[in-house]
């Protein structure tokens, strides 16, 4: 039962690297979700996407762009890191507009930007 | 815009003994259902509880209980007979009609021995 699988769980990148985040579901989940989480702070939306080929902005978009080419699957890509980028990273996936079904969330992972 | 307030940043409870973790929202929807989440060291997240804003009875799953006062929009969340295994962060959620989650910032609970 894989469920939602991250990758890579840890990666360490300099100021201005560039890099993708993969989030893969086998639960045959419409929606999608990427969020961040600070240390001592809950976790806040970046993107999600509501179907394969759609995304949209969630609370904390700037810096960051996504790619939902293939409904299994959801890419988070930094163009241009920055410290201020540092944190975990989650991805979720869910039903669609079934606002009682909960997100299933991925392990997470943690990205330092030096 | 939503938003869920959980006043407490630590909270400790003895081994066995009763805990309360407290959670407040702010939100001009209806309908809607909130959730809390437990994050232990291990870094997932895993569903513990979900109540919808439309059911009077509070939820309950085994040794956890909530307490939701929709005037109030308080929503707390009951932990009995405290076991070392529920150490972790706890977050309280609301999610909208349109899937999107909101999180409080978290509670650090620690069970003691």
């Known amino acids: 039962n894989a469920g939602v699988t991250q990758t890579p769980k840890f990666r ?3 100021t201005g690297q560039s890099m993708t985040l993969l989030c ?6 419409e929606y999608m979700y990427w969020y961040r989480q600070d240390p001592g702070m809950g976790l806040r939306l970046i993107h999600y996407s509501v179907g394969e080929g759609t995304t949209a ?13 293939k409904k299994q699957n959801f890419l988070l890509g930094l163009e241009s890191a920055a410290p201020s980028q540092t ?5 979720a996936s869910s039903y669609p507009g079934h606002y009682d079904q909960p997100q299933h969330f991925g392990d997470g992972t943690r990205l330092s930007i030096l | 815009a939503q938003t869920v307030t959980q006043s407490q940043p630590e909270m400790s409870v003895q ?7 407290s959670c407040t929202y702010d939100t001009s929807e209806n309908n809607y259902y909130l959730f809390w989440y437990k994050q232990p060291p291990s870094r997932q997240m895993i569903l513990v509880i979900r109540q919808e804003a439309y059911k009077q ?3 309950t799953e085994n040794r ?6 929709k005037a109030a929009k308080s929503f707390s969340l009951k932990i009995s007979d405290s076991q070392l295994g529920d150490t972790a962060m706890y977050f309280c959620a609301f999610n909208n009609a349109g ?3 909101t999180f409080g910032g978290g509670t650090r609970l620690m069970v003691k021995p």
């Open chain 2, 15 to 21: 081994e066995a003994e009763t805990v309360t973790l």
């Open chain 1, 87 to 91: 944190s975990v990273y989650f991805c």
């Open chain 2, 64 to 69: 956890f209980s909530v307490n939701f006062q």
């Open chain 1, 12 to 14: 360490v990148l300099k």
């Open chain 2, 99 to 101: 899937n999107m989650l």
């Open chain 2, 57 to 59: 009875q509070n939820a």
């Open chain 1, 24 to 29: 893969a579901q086998d639960m045959n989940h």
């Open chain 1, 57 to 69: 902005k969630g609370e904390v978009p700037d810096g960051y762009n996504v790619s939902r080419l």
